[in-house]
């Protein structure tokens, strides 16, 4: 081979390397939905941890369990997007006294006789909120 043989030789070669490097990176449609939907998944994601990890600060968790699978004090926190909206949950939290005449809250009185659920009128409302929506989704 002579050095101009050779140089060609280099350069089809990095042609080639850039070629299959452009297609191997090239996102086609479907690569690019894919990756909306992690995004989204990984939104969701946060906004639990959010209002879970706002539950923990609170408090909350002392009464419901860390996972707010119930506990001897107070019930399990789930399914509650069968009895509540989102605003009145948010009002439920500001002020528990003024709810409760259901026969949920009725069984609720007899099996946690000794513990009130507090009222957090003094947590911010937007927090409140972060909170209501995580449980409405659970
Ligand atoms: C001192 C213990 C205690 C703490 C702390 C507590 N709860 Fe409760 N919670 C209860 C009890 C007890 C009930 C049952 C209702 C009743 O007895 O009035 C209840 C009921 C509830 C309900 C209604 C459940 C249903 O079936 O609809 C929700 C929602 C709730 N709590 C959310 C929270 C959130 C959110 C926090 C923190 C911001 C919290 N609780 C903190 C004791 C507690």
């Known amino acids: 081979m ?12 990095l042609f080639l390397i850039l070629l ?3 297609r191997v990176t090239k996102k086609d449609d479907g690569t690019e939905a894919m990756s909306m939907q992690m995004m989204q998944q990984s939104q969701q994601a946060a ?9 923990r ?7 419901h369990g860390s996972n707010l699978q119930g506990t001897k004090m107070a019930p399990a926190l789930a399914g509650l997007k069968e009895y509540w ?13 003024s709810f ?11 099996k946690f006789k000794n513990v009130v659920m507090p009222s957090y009128n003094n947590v911010d409302v937007k927090n409140l909120g972060k909170i209501a929506d995580y449980l409405l989704t659970k």
């Open 2 to 13: 002579t050095n101009a043989q050779k140089w060609m030789a280099a350069f089809l070669g």
């Open 20 to 22: 299959i490097l452009g």
């Open 100 to 110: 409760g005449s259901d026969e949920r809250f009725v069984e609720y009185k007899s």
């Open 47 to 55: 906004q639990e941890t959010d209002g879970l990890s706002l539950m």
């Open 57 to 63: 600060q609170t408090g909350c968790v002392t009464c």
């Open 85 to 97: 909206s989102r605003d009145k949950l948010i009002n439920y939290l500001r002020n528990p006294s």
